[in-house]
């Protein structure tokens, strides 16, 4: 019988899995929080657009939808690892839940994950 692979945190059924390695398997409950900054990979910036603008001024590269349910400003304090402060301009969009998405390089399987060994019973 084959199973599937489990959170490493809480022990729940995975459907996330970080793919550089393989072995790290989330649920849905522990891959994210309201409180994670999120990864800088999926962070956007409100000055985007002007780096292509060849000197003229653009539009701002601006999030839609309602703050700190759609999206939120990405914030940390320097006792974090650096400050980074609304006035930055970076902004991550949230999940249904306002939580930031993980890293790309996590994929997501509502189905979960079977684990690479299977068990005599």
């Not at 599937?4 to 970080?18: M, R």
């Not at 522990?30 to 000055?47: M, R, Y």
């Not at 999030?63 to 914030?75: H, L, S």
């Not at 980074?84 to 790309?104: A, F, H, M, V």
Request: aromatic fraction near 14%.
């Amino acid at each position: 019988m084959n199973t599937k692979e489990s959170c490493i945190i809480c022990g729940k059924e995975a459907v996330w899995v970080y793919m550089p390695q393989g072995d790290s398997y989330y649920c849905d409950d522990c891959i994210s929080n309201k409180d994670d900054i999120g990864c800088s990979c999926n962070w956007e910036n409100v000055n985007d657009n002007r780096l292509y603008s060849d000197g003229k001024d653009m539009t701002d590269h601006l999030p839609e939808g309602i703050e700190n349910i759609n999206w939120r400003w990405v914030e940390q304090p320097e006792s974090h690892g650096g400050k980074i402060s609304k006035e930055d301009g970076y902004w991550i969009t949230l999940d249904n839940r306002q939580r930031p998405y993980p890293c790309c390089e996590y994929e997501y399987s509502e189905n979960g994950f079977y684990t690479f060994e299977y068990r005599k019973y």
